[in-house]
Protein backbone atom coordinates (compact mmCIF):
# COMPACT_ATOMS: atom_id res chain seq x y z
CA UNK A 1 0.00 0.00 0.00
CA UNK A 2 2.65 2.36 0.68
CA UNK A 3 4.41 1.60 -2.51
CA UNK A 4 1.43 2.10 -4.28
CA UNK A 5 0.84 5.52 -2.25
CA UNK A 6 4.40 6.49 -3.56
CA UNK A 7 4.41 5.54 -6.82
CA UNK A 8 1.05 7.32 -7.51
CA UNK A 9 2.32 10.48 -5.56
CA UNK A 10 5.43 10.38 -8.25
CA UNK A 11 2.55 10.12 -11.08
CA UNK A 12 0.93 13.01 -9.69
CA UNK A 13 3.85 14.86 -9.14
CA UNK A 14 5.06 14.18 -12.71
CA UNK A 15 1.78 15.30 -14.41
CA UNK A 16 1.42 18.43 -12.20
CA UNK A 17 5.51 19.06 -13.28
CA UNK A 18 4.59 18.83 -16.58
CA UNK A 19 1.27 20.61 -16.98
CA UNK A 20 3.30 23.75 -15.24
CA UNK A 21 3.68 26.80 -17.69
CA UNK A 22 6.82 27.50 -15.87
CA UNK A 23 10.25 28.76 -17.94
CA UNK A 24 12.25 25.85 -17.01
CA UNK A 25 13.40 22.98 -19.61
CA UNK A 26 16.31 21.52 -20.64
CA UNK A 27 17.24 22.52 -23.88
CA UNK A 28 18.00 19.76 -25.91
CA UNK A 29 21.73 18.31 -25.86
CA UNK A 30 22.48 19.75 -22.58
CA UNK A 31 23.30 17.06 -19.86
CA UNK A 32 21.47 16.27 -16.99
CA UNK A 33 20.88 19.65 -14.24
CA UNK A 34 23.56 19.28 -11.10
CA UNK A 35 20.55 20.27 -8.87
CA UNK A 36 17.93 17.43 -7.41
CA UNK A 37 14.60 18.24 -8.42
CA UNK A 38 13.56 15.33 -6.20
CA UNK A 39 13.72 18.24 -3.17
CA UNK A 40 12.41 20.90 -3.96
CA UNK A 41 9.69 19.88 -7.25
CA UNK A 42 9.22 23.00 -9.16
CA UNK A 43 5.27 24.87 -9.11
CA UNK A 44 3.83 27.68 -10.48
CA UNK A 45 3.17 28.64 -7.17
CA UNK A 46 6.44 28.51 -6.12
CA UNK A 47 8.72 29.60 -8.45
CA UNK A 48 5.74 33.01 -8.09
CA UNK A 49 6.55 33.38 -4.50
CA UNK A 50 10.23 33.36 -5.56
CA UNK A 51 10.34 35.59 -8.30
CA UNK A 52 8.54 38.22 -5.53
CA UNK A 53 11.33 37.44 -2.86
CA UNK A 54 13.96 38.18 -5.66
CA UNK A 55 12.21 41.21 -6.16
CA UNK A 56 11.16 42.44 -2.75
CA UNK A 57 13.68 44.71 -0.99
CA UNK A 58 12.15 43.13 2.12
CA UNK A 59 15.09 40.90 2.21
CA UNK A 60 17.64 43.80 3.81
CA UNK A 61 17.78 45.09 6.75
CA UNK A 62 16.15 48.60 6.38
CA UNK A 63 13.82 47.19 3.04
CA UNK A 64 16.25 49.18 0.39
CA UNK A 65 17.96 46.37 -1.62
CA UNK A 66 16.77 43.54 -3.44
CA UNK A 67 18.17 40.80 -5.28
CA UNK A 68 17.57 42.64 -7.92
CA UNK A 69 19.65 45.83 -7.34
CA UNK A 70 22.88 44.03 -8.33
CA UNK A 71 21.06 40.77 -10.50
CA UNK A 72 18.82 42.90 -12.95
CA UNK A 73 17.34 41.09 -15.81
CA UNK A 74 18.12 43.38 -18.88
CA UNK A 75 22.21 43.49 -17.52
CA UNK A 76 22.35 39.08 -17.82
CA UNK A 77 21.48 39.52 -13.69
CA UNK A 78 24.08 41.51 -13.00
CA UNK A 79 25.23 44.72 -11.39
CA UNK A 80 26.06 46.92 -14.83
CA UNK A 81 28.38 49.74 -14.31
CA UNK A 82 30.10 49.02 -11.02
CA UNK A 83 33.00 47.17 -10.93
CA UNK A 84 32.33 46.34 -7.19
CA UNK A 85 28.98 45.53 -6.38
CA UNK A 86 27.11 48.08 -4.12
CA UNK A 87 24.89 47.25 -1.34
CA UNK A 88 22.97 48.51 2.34
CA UNK A 89 23.90 52.26 3.21
CA UNK A 90 25.74 52.28 -0.15
CA UNK A 91 28.08 50.43 1.24
CA UNK A 92 31.00 48.73 -1.61
CA UNK A 93 31.52 45.02 -1.42
CA UNK A 94 34.63 43.30 -2.64
CA UNK A 95 33.80 41.54 -5.74
CA UNK A 96 31.55 42.20 -8.78
CA UNK A 97 28.38 40.25 -8.42
CA UNK A 98 27.94 37.22 -10.95
CA UNK A 99 25.73 37.43 -13.63
CA UNK A 100 22.74 34.68 -13.26
CA UNK A 101 21.69 32.13 -15.40
CA UNK A 102 21.51 28.19 -16.27
CA UNK A 103 22.41 27.88 -12.38
CA UNK A 104 20.59 24.90 -12.38
CA UNK A 105 23.77 23.28 -13.85
CA UNK A 106 26.03 24.92 -11.72
CA UNK A 107 27.51 22.63 -9.20
CA UNK A 108 28.91 25.46 -6.87
CA UNK A 109 28.53 29.34 -6.22
CA UNK A 110 30.36 32.83 -5.22
CA UNK A 111 33.88 33.41 -7.18
CA UNK A 112 35.48 31.52 -4.56
CA UNK A 113 33.10 28.52 -4.51
CA UNK A 114 32.11 29.55 -0.91
CA UNK A 115 28.75 28.48 -1.37
CA UNK A 116 27.89 24.39 -1.59
CA UNK A 117 24.06 24.52 -2.92
CA UNK A 118 22.41 27.06 -4.57
CA UNK A 119 19.14 27.16 -1.53
CA UNK A 120 21.86 28.23 0.30
CA UNK A 121 23.54 30.64 -1.76
CA UNK A 122 21.28 33.82 -0.63
CA UNK A 123 21.85 33.19 2.82
CA UNK A 124 25.11 34.83 1.76
CA UNK A 125 24.14 37.98 0.64
CA UNK A 126 20.88 38.41 3.13
CA UNK A 127 23.68 38.54 5.80
CA UNK A 128 26.47 39.93 4.68
CA UNK A 129 27.05 44.15 6.13
CA UNK A 130 27.79 45.20 2.87
CA UNK A 131 24.87 43.67 0.78
CA UNK A 132 21.73 43.25 2.67
CA UNK A 133 22.48 43.28 6.59
CA UNK A 134 19.85 41.03 7.56
CA UNK A 135 19.62 37.82 9.00
CA UNK A 136 17.27 35.20 7.56
CA UNK A 137 15.91 34.66 11.04
CA UNK A 138 14.18 38.33 10.88
CA UNK A 139 13.23 37.98 7.21
CA UNK A 140 11.66 34.93 8.37
CA UNK A 141 9.91 37.31 10.97
CA UNK A 142 9.14 40.26 8.41
CA UNK A 143 7.35 37.78 6.31
CA UNK A 144 5.73 36.46 8.69
CA UNK A 145 3.58 39.42 9.67
CA UNK A 146 3.19 41.22 6.32
CA UNK A 147 0.26 41.40 4.43
CA UNK A 148 0.70 39.22 1.36
CA UNK A 149 3.70 36.63 2.27
CA UNK A 150 1.82 34.09 4.93
CA UNK A 151 -0.66 33.55 2.13
CA UNK A 152 1.69 33.35 -1.07
CA UNK A 153 3.44 30.47 1.23
CA UNK A 154 0.40 28.39 1.95
CA UNK A 155 -0.06 28.56 -1.76
CA UNK A 156 3.23 27.48 -2.91
CA UNK A 157 4.61 25.11 0.12
CA UNK A 158 0.57 24.37 1.92
CA UNK A 159 1.76 25.89 5.24
CA UNK A 160 1.22 29.51 5.68
CA UNK A 161 4.53 29.15 9.03
CA UNK A 162 7.33 30.66 7.21
CA UNK A 163 10.27 28.88 7.91
CA UNK A 164 13.80 29.72 6.49
CA UNK A 165 13.27 26.18 4.07
CA UNK A 166 11.11 27.40 2.23
CA UNK A 167 12.09 30.93 1.70
CA UNK A 168 15.13 29.45 0.56
CA UNK A 169 13.54 26.83 -1.62
CA UNK A 170 11.41 29.55 -3.23
CA UNK A 171 14.19 31.54 -4.20
CA UNK A 172 16.15 28.84 -5.93
CA UNK A 173 12.35 27.93 -7.55
CA UNK A 174 12.52 31.66 -9.56
CA UNK A 175 16.60 31.12 -9.94
CA UNK A 176 16.34 27.67 -12.06
CA UNK A 177 13.85 29.05 -14.42
CA UNK A 178 16.56 31.56 -15.33
CA UNK A 179 17.42 29.31 -18.29
CA UNK A 180 19.33 30.90 -21.11
CA UNK A 181 19.47 28.83 -24.21
CA UNK A 182 18.36 30.65 -27.41
CA UNK A 183 21.32 33.16 -28.70
CA UNK A 184 21.82 33.37 -31.96
CA UNK A 185 24.87 30.52 -31.28
CA UNK A 186 22.17 28.17 -29.38
CA UNK A 187 19.96 28.40 -33.10
CA UNK A 188 23.44 27.89 -35.12
CA UNK A 189 23.81 24.78 -33.41
CA UNK A 190 20.13 23.99 -33.64
CA UNK A 191 20.24 24.82 -37.53
CA UNK A 192 18.38 27.67 -37.26
CA UNK A 193 20.65 30.24 -38.01
CA UNK A 194 23.69 30.48 -39.99
CA UNK A 195 26.97 32.79 -38.83
CA UNK A 196 28.35 35.38 -40.80
CA UNK A 197 31.69 34.43 -42.10
CA UNK A 198 33.46 36.69 -39.45
CA UNK A 199 31.47 35.03 -36.66
CA UNK A 200 32.62 31.69 -38.12
CA UNK A 201 36.23 32.88 -38.01
CA UNK A 202 35.77 34.02 -34.47
CA UNK A 203 34.18 30.84 -33.30
CA UNK A 204 37.40 28.60 -34.99
CA UNK A 205 39.60 31.27 -32.88
CA UNK A 206 37.31 30.68 -29.63
CA UNK A 207 37.67 26.76 -29.32
CA UNK A 208 41.11 26.72 -30.10
CA UNK A 209 41.82 29.63 -27.50
CA UNK A 210 38.90 29.55 -25.27
CA UNK A 211 37.16 26.98 -24.64
CA UNK A 212 38.90 24.87 -22.60
CA UNK A 213 37.57 26.71 -19.93
CA UNK A 214 34.53 28.18 -21.36
CA UNK A 215 33.10 25.05 -22.06
CA UNK A 216 30.08 24.45 -24.59
CA UNK A 217 26.93 24.28 -24.29
CA UNK A 218 27.70 26.28 -20.98
CA UNK A 219 30.57 28.52 -21.54
CA UNK A 220 32.16 27.49 -18.09
CA UNK A 221 33.59 24.23 -17.03
CA UNK A 222 32.62 25.03 -13.13
CA UNK A 223 36.53 24.97 -11.97
CA UNK A 224 38.26 27.36 -10.33
CA UNK A 225 41.28 28.94 -12.33
CA UNK A 226 44.32 31.67 -11.93
CA UNK A 227 43.78 33.81 -15.27
CA UNK A 228 46.88 35.62 -15.04
CA UNK A 229 45.53 38.83 -13.24
CA UNK A 230 47.83 41.07 -11.08
CA UNK A 231 46.66 41.09 -7.89
CA UNK A 232 44.82 44.30 -6.98
CA UNK A 233 46.51 45.77 -3.85
CA UNK A 234 43.67 47.63 -2.23
CA UNK A 235 41.57 44.56 -2.08
CA UNK A 236 44.29 41.38 -1.56
CA UNK A 237 41.33 38.94 -2.86
CA UNK A 238 43.51 35.61 -3.52
CA UNK A 239 39.89 33.98 -4.19
CA UNK A 240 39.02 30.20 -3.98
CA UNK A 241 42.33 29.90 -1.56
CA UNK A 242 40.36 31.97 1.44
CA UNK A 243 37.88 28.39 1.30
CA UNK A 244 40.46 25.85 0.97
CA UNK A 245 43.55 27.69 2.74
CA UNK A 246 45.50 25.87 0.54
CA UNK A 247 48.29 27.91 -0.89
CA UNK A 248 47.78 25.75 -4.70
CA UNK A 249 44.67 28.14 -5.09
CA UNK A 250 45.68 31.57 -4.64
CA UNK A 251 43.98 33.61 -7.17
CA UNK A 252 42.00 31.23 -8.46
CA UNK A 253 38.60 32.28 -9.77
CA UNK A 254 35.45 30.66 -10.87
CA UNK A 255 35.53 30.44 -14.54
CA UNK A 256 32.25 32.22 -15.16
CA UNK A 257 29.69 31.61 -18.25
CA UNK A 258 30.24 33.65 -21.26
CA UNK A 259 26.41 33.57 -22.22
CA UNK A 260 25.22 36.86 -22.68
CA UNK A 261 28.73 38.33 -22.35
CA UNK A 262 27.65 41.74 -24.24
CA UNK A 263 25.43 43.04 -21.14
CA UNK A 264 27.54 41.45 -18.30
CA UNK A 265 30.17 44.07 -18.15
CA UNK A 266 32.39 44.67 -16.29
CA UNK A 267 34.45 42.10 -16.35
CA UNK A 268 36.25 39.62 -14.13
CA UNK A 269 35.68 38.98 -10.19
CA UNK A 270 36.82 42.95 -9.49
CA UNK A 271 34.99 44.04 -12.38
CA UNK A 272 38.69 45.73 -13.40
CA UNK A 273 37.81 45.91 -17.41
CA UNK A 274 34.58 47.79 -18.79
CA UNK A 275 35.36 46.49 -22.55
CA UNK A 276 35.47 42.90 -23.95
CA UNK A 277 38.25 44.49 -25.90
CA UNK A 278 40.50 45.02 -22.69
CA UNK A 279 39.70 41.07 -21.60
CA UNK A 280 41.22 40.24 -24.70
CA UNK A 281 43.87 42.63 -24.22
CA UNK A 282 44.43 41.23 -20.72
CA UNK A 283 44.96 37.43 -22.69
CA UNK A 284 47.09 38.43 -25.18
CA UNK A 285 49.08 41.11 -23.99
CA UNK A 286 49.27 41.10 -19.82
CA UNK A 287 48.86 37.80 -18.53
CA UNK A 288 50.92 37.62 -15.54
CA UNK A 289 53.00 34.22 -15.21
CA UNK A 290 52.96 33.78 -11.43
CA UNK A 291 52.94 30.08 -9.68
CA UNK A 292 49.33 29.08 -9.75
CA UNK A 293 48.37 30.40 -12.91
CA UNK A 294 46.09 28.18 -14.80
CA UNK A 295 47.62 25.30 -16.84
CA UNK A 296 45.54 26.14 -19.76
CA UNK A 297 47.58 29.70 -19.89
CA UNK A 298 51.05 28.79 -20.12
CA UNK A 299 51.42 29.00 -23.73
CA UNK A 300 50.49 32.46 -25.25
CA UNK A 301 47.68 33.64 -26.68
CA UNK A 302 48.02 34.64 -29.93
CA UNK A 303 45.15 37.07 -32.40
CA UNK A 304 45.71 39.74 -34.15
CA UNK A 305 43.45 42.83 -34.12
CA UNK A 306 41.51 41.07 -36.83
CA UNK A 307 41.16 38.09 -35.25
CA UNK A 308 40.42 39.69 -32.36
CA UNK A 309 37.05 41.61 -33.36
CA UNK A 310 36.40 38.13 -35.00
CA UNK A 311 36.23 36.72 -32.11
CA UNK A 312 34.22 39.55 -30.27
CA UNK A 313 31.79 39.05 -33.02
CA UNK A 314 31.21 35.51 -32.79
CA UNK A 315 30.89 36.24 -28.51
CA UNK A 316 28.03 39.16 -29.41
CA UNK A 317 26.32 35.86 -30.87
CA UNK A 318 26.18 34.63 -27.29
CA UNK A 319 23.04 37.34 -26.58
CA UNK A 320 20.21 36.01 -25.85
CA UNK A 321 17.55 38.31 -26.15
CA UNK A 322 14.43 36.41 -25.45
CA UNK A 323 15.92 35.64 -21.89
CA UNK A 324 17.19 39.34 -21.36
CA UNK A 325 13.46 40.57 -22.16
CA UNK A 326 11.53 37.83 -21.19
CA UNK A 327 8.54 39.02 -19.29
CA UNK A 328 8.49 35.79 -16.94
CA UNK A 329 11.36 37.32 -15.16
CA UNK A 330 10.15 40.72 -14.49
CA UNK A 331 9.09 42.16 -11.70
CA UNK A 332 6.26 40.98 -10.39
CA UNK A 333 3.73 43.90 -10.26
CA UNK A 334 0.15 42.09 -9.78
CA UNK A 335 2.08 39.62 -6.78
CA UNK A 336 2.38 42.85 -5.01
CA UNK A 337 -0.81 44.70 -5.74
CA UNK A 338 -2.81 42.19 -4.09
CA UNK A 339 -1.70 43.99 -0.65
CA UNK B 1 -0.78 21.86 -4.88
CA UNK B 2 -3.70 20.31 -2.82
CA UNK B 3 -2.46 16.87 -4.65
CA UNK B 4 1.00 17.42 -3.16
CA UNK B 5 -0.51 18.23 0.21
CA UNK B 6 -3.01 15.12 0.09
CA UNK B 7 -0.49 12.87 -0.54
CA UNK B 8 2.31 13.78 2.00
CA UNK B 9 -1.11 13.03 4.28
CA UNK B 10 -1.83 9.78 3.37
CA UNK B 11 1.65 9.05 3.42
CA UNK B 12 2.04 10.43 7.33
CA UNK B 13 -1.10 8.71 8.67
CA UNK B 14 0.18 5.55 7.17
CA UNK B 15 3.59 5.51 8.90
CA UNK B 16 2.02 7.00 11.99
CA UNK B 17 -0.85 3.47 12.24
CA UNK B 18 2.48 1.40 11.99
CA UNK B 19 4.39 2.75 14.47
CA UNK B 20 1.44 2.82 17.17
CA UNK B 21 0.19 -0.84 16.11
CA UNK B 22 4.13 -2.04 16.91
CA UNK B 23 5.13 0.04 19.38
CA UNK B 24 5.43 -0.83 23.05
CA UNK B 25 6.30 1.15 26.37
CA UNK B 26 9.27 -0.83 26.14
CA UNK B 27 10.47 0.27 22.47
CA UNK B 28 10.69 4.09 24.15
CA UNK B 29 14.35 5.30 24.64
CA UNK B 30 15.70 9.02 25.65
CA UNK B 31 18.52 10.49 26.21
CA UNK B 32 19.01 13.63 28.03
CA UNK B 33 21.64 15.71 27.83
CA UNK B 34 23.13 17.13 31.13
CA UNK B 35 25.66 20.53 30.56
CA UNK B 36 27.94 20.41 33.68
CA UNK B 37 30.79 22.39 34.93
CA UNK B 38 32.96 20.05 36.99
CA UNK B 39 30.92 18.98 40.04
CA UNK B 40 28.16 21.46 39.58
CA UNK B 41 25.13 21.51 37.29
CA UNK B 42 26.02 24.26 34.32
CA UNK B 43 23.56 27.28 34.74
CA UNK B 44 23.56 29.43 32.09
CA UNK B 45 24.66 33.34 32.17
CA UNK B 46 25.89 32.45 35.91
CA UNK B 47 29.94 32.79 36.69
CA UNK B 48 31.61 29.30 37.89
CA UNK B 49 34.66 30.25 39.55
CA UNK B 50 37.70 28.27 38.14
CA UNK B 51 40.42 29.74 40.65
CA UNK B 52 40.01 32.67 43.18
CA UNK B 53 40.14 35.34 41.13
CA UNK B 54 38.93 34.12 37.83
CA UNK B 55 35.37 32.66 36.71
CA UNK B 56 33.74 31.28 33.31
CA UNK B 57 30.20 31.98 32.51
CA UNK B 58 28.48 30.29 29.61
CA UNK B 59 26.47 32.29 27.83
CA UNK B 60 25.54 29.74 24.60
CA UNK B 61 25.76 26.10 24.40
CA UNK B 62 23.57 24.53 21.31
CA UNK B 63 24.94 21.44 19.56
CA UNK B 64 23.99 18.72 17.19
CA UNK B 65 23.27 15.31 18.02
CA UNK B 66 22.41 12.96 14.55
CA UNK B 67 22.64 9.52 13.64
CA UNK B 68 21.63 7.80 16.34
CA UNK B 69 22.65 4.13 16.15
CA UNK B 70 22.40 1.08 18.95
CA UNK B 71 24.20 -2.06 18.75
CA UNK B 72 24.85 -5.16 20.43
CA UNK B 73 28.01 -6.84 20.61
CA UNK B 74 29.35 -4.13 17.49
CA UNK B 75 26.29 -5.66 15.60
CA UNK B 76 23.83 -2.99 14.46
CA UNK B 77 20.49 -3.62 15.43
CA UNK B 78 18.69 -0.63 14.85
CA UNK B 79 19.50 3.36 13.41
CA UNK B 80 16.84 6.15 13.67
CA UNK B 81 16.84 7.20 10.15
CA UNK B 82 16.36 11.45 9.30
CA UNK B 83 17.29 12.31 13.14
CA UNK B 84 18.59 15.55 13.79
CA UNK B 85 18.44 17.17 16.88
CA UNK B 86 19.26 20.96 18.03
CA UNK B 87 20.43 20.77 21.80
CA UNK B 88 20.60 24.10 23.20
CA UNK B 89 20.76 24.57 27.15
CA UNK B 90 18.41 28.05 26.80
CA UNK B 91 15.73 24.95 25.33
CA UNK B 92 15.06 22.98 28.45
CA UNK B 93 12.70 20.93 26.05
CA UNK B 94 15.89 20.65 23.73
CA UNK B 95 17.76 18.43 26.26
CA UNK B 96 16.01 15.25 25.71
CA UNK B 97 15.47 13.25 22.63
CA UNK B 98 12.78 10.90 22.94
CA UNK B 99 12.97 7.79 20.30
CA UNK B 100 10.21 5.54 19.70
CA UNK B 101 10.19 1.98 18.12
CA UNK B 102 13.90 0.85 18.94
CA UNK B 103 13.66 -2.37 17.13
CA UNK B 104 15.77 -5.60 17.52
CA UNK B 105 16.50 -5.13 21.32
CA UNK B 106 18.52 -5.73 23.44
CA UNK B 107 21.46 -3.12 22.82
CA UNK B 108 24.78 -2.39 24.67
CA UNK B 109 26.12 0.42 22.81
CA UNK B 110 24.69 3.38 21.61
CA UNK B 111 26.65 5.91 18.91
CA UNK B 112 26.18 9.01 17.24
CA UNK B 113 27.34 12.14 15.58
CA UNK B 114 28.25 15.24 17.40
CA UNK B 115 27.24 17.47 14.07
CA UNK B 116 26.34 17.22 10.76
CA UNK B 117 27.24 14.63 8.32
CA UNK B 118 29.04 16.45 5.02
CA UNK B 119 26.60 14.71 2.57
CA UNK B 120 23.56 17.01 4.49
CA UNK B 121 25.87 19.59 4.69
CA UNK B 122 25.97 19.54 0.82
CA UNK B 123 22.01 19.17 -0.16
CA UNK B 124 20.51 22.57 0.15
CA UNK B 125 18.15 23.71 2.48
CA UNK B 126 16.33 21.53 4.96
CA UNK B 127 13.58 22.37 7.62
CA UNK B 128 13.16 21.61 11.85
CA UNK B 129 16.12 21.32 13.94
CA UNK B 130 18.35 22.33 10.86
CA UNK B 131 16.38 25.25 9.44
CA UNK B 132 19.18 28.00 8.22
CA UNK B 133 17.32 30.32 11.18
CA UNK B 134 18.13 28.66 14.07
CA UNK B 135 21.41 30.20 14.15
CA UNK B 136 23.98 26.70 13.25
CA UNK B 137 24.51 27.45 9.85
CA UNK B 138 27.50 30.01 8.40
CA UNK B 139 26.31 32.18 5.66
CA UNK B 140 29.96 33.47 4.28
CA UNK B 141 30.84 30.01 3.42
CA UNK B 142 28.07 26.70 3.21
CA UNK B 143 27.94 24.79 5.78
CA UNK B 144 26.58 24.14 9.69
CA UNK B 145 27.93 25.06 13.05
CA UNK B 146 28.02 21.80 14.54
CA UNK B 147 28.71 23.10 18.10
CA UNK B 148 28.59 26.44 19.40
CA UNK B 149 29.90 27.72 22.91
CA UNK B 150 30.05 31.46 24.02
CA UNK B 151 30.82 33.18 26.89
CA UNK B 152 32.93 35.06 29.38
CA UNK B 153 35.62 34.70 31.42
CA UNK B 154 38.54 36.94 32.94
CA UNK B 155 41.03 35.81 31.33
CA UNK B 156 40.17 36.45 27.70
CA UNK B 157 41.80 39.54 26.86
CA UNK B 158 38.89 40.57 24.71
CA UNK B 159 35.87 43.02 24.34
CA UNK B 160 33.71 42.25 27.65
CA UNK B 161 35.83 39.19 28.25
CA UNK B 162 34.06 36.94 25.68
CA UNK B 163 35.32 33.95 24.03
CA UNK B 164 33.44 32.27 21.14
CA UNK B 165 33.83 28.57 19.78
CA UNK B 166 31.49 27.63 16.20
CA UNK B 167 32.93 24.43 15.22
CA UNK B 168 32.15 23.10 12.11
CA UNK B 169 33.48 22.37 8.46
CA UNK B 170 32.27 19.31 6.85
CA UNK B 171 35.42 19.37 3.99
CA UNK B 172 38.81 17.21 4.39
CA UNK B 173 41.09 18.00 6.26
CA UNK B 174 38.71 20.46 8.39
CA UNK B 175 36.03 17.68 9.05
CA UNK B 176 34.67 18.68 12.13
CA UNK B 177 32.04 15.98 12.97
CA UNK B 178 32.60 13.56 15.71
CA UNK B 179 31.35 10.25 16.81
CA UNK B 180 29.78 9.79 20.37
CA UNK B 181 29.93 5.99 21.68
CA UNK B 182 28.62 4.60 24.91
CA UNK B 183 28.76 1.62 26.06
CA UNK B 184 25.08 0.93 27.53
CA UNK B 185 23.05 -1.70 28.91
CA UNK B 186 19.38 -2.00 27.11
CA UNK B 187 17.90 0.93 29.35
CA UNK B 188 14.78 3.14 28.58
CA UNK B 189 16.29 6.39 29.68
CA UNK B 190 20.02 7.60 30.03
CA UNK B 191 21.76 10.80 30.67
CA UNK B 192 24.88 12.50 29.48
CA UNK B 193 26.71 14.57 31.11
CA UNK B 194 29.01 17.12 29.18
CA UNK B 195 31.45 18.53 31.35
CA UNK B 196 32.38 22.00 30.11
CA UNK B 197 35.09 22.98 32.61
CA UNK B 198 37.47 20.09 31.55
CA UNK B 199 36.71 20.87 27.82
CA UNK B 200 37.67 24.35 28.87
CA UNK B 201 40.34 23.48 30.63
CA UNK B 202 42.03 22.42 27.54
CA UNK B 203 41.79 25.54 26.06
CA UNK B 204 43.94 28.22 26.41
CA UNK B 205 41.91 31.17 26.70
CA UNK B 206 44.01 33.99 27.31
CA UNK B 207 44.74 33.70 23.81
CA UNK B 208 42.24 31.14 22.04
CA UNK B 209 39.25 32.74 22.82
CA UNK B 210 37.47 32.41 19.22
CA UNK B 211 37.32 29.99 16.57
CA UNK B 212 34.81 30.65 14.06
CA UNK B 213 35.48 28.58 10.94
CA UNK B 214 36.68 25.29 9.35
CA UNK B 215 39.94 24.43 10.55
CA UNK B 216 42.51 22.14 11.88
CA UNK B 217 41.73 24.03 15.63
CA UNK B 218 38.34 23.54 15.20
CA UNK B 219 38.98 19.88 14.32
CA UNK B 220 41.25 19.34 17.44
CA UNK B 221 38.71 21.47 19.67
CA UNK B 222 35.94 19.47 18.62
CA UNK B 223 37.66 16.13 19.57
CA UNK B 224 38.37 17.68 22.93
CA UNK B 225 34.70 18.24 23.41
CA UNK B 226 33.45 14.56 21.97
CA UNK B 227 35.82 13.18 24.90
CA UNK B 228 33.79 14.93 27.72
CA UNK B 229 30.49 13.72 27.16
CA UNK B 230 29.98 11.15 29.42
CA UNK B 231 26.96 8.38 30.33
CA UNK B 232 26.02 9.70 34.49
CA UNK B 233 23.44 6.68 35.35
CA UNK B 234 21.06 4.68 33.65
CA UNK B 235 17.30 3.54 34.89
Known amino acids: MKKLLFFLSILLLTAFHQSDNNPFYIPKKWKKPTYDFTKNPLSIAKIDLGKALFYDPILSRDNTVSCTTCHSQYNAFTHVDHSLSHGIDDKIGTRNSPALMNLAWQPIFMWDGSINHLDMQALAPISHPNEMGETIENVVLKLQKSSIYPTAFYTAFGDSAITGEHTLKAISQFLLTLVSANSKYDKVMRKEAKFTKQEKNGYKLFKTNCSTCHQEPLFTNHQFENNGLPIDTTLNDFGRMNITKKPKDAQKFKVPTLRNIEFSYPYMHDGRFKKIREVLNHYTKNIEHNPTLSEHLQQPIILTSNEKIDLTAFLLTLSDRAFLFNPAYSYPKSFFDTK | ?235
Open chain 2, 1 to 235: MCIISFTIFFYSCKTNEVSTLNSTSTDKFSITFQPVFGAENLILNQKHPINETDSIEINVLRFYISNIEFYNHDKLIHKVLSSYHLIDLDDKKSLKIDLESIQNRPFNKIKCHLGIDSTTNVSGAFGHDLDPTKGMYWTWQSGYINFKLEGKSELCPTRNNQFKYHLGGYQSPFYALQTLEFDINDASEIIIDIDLQAILKNVDLASKHSIMSPSDRAVKLAEIVAENFEIENTN
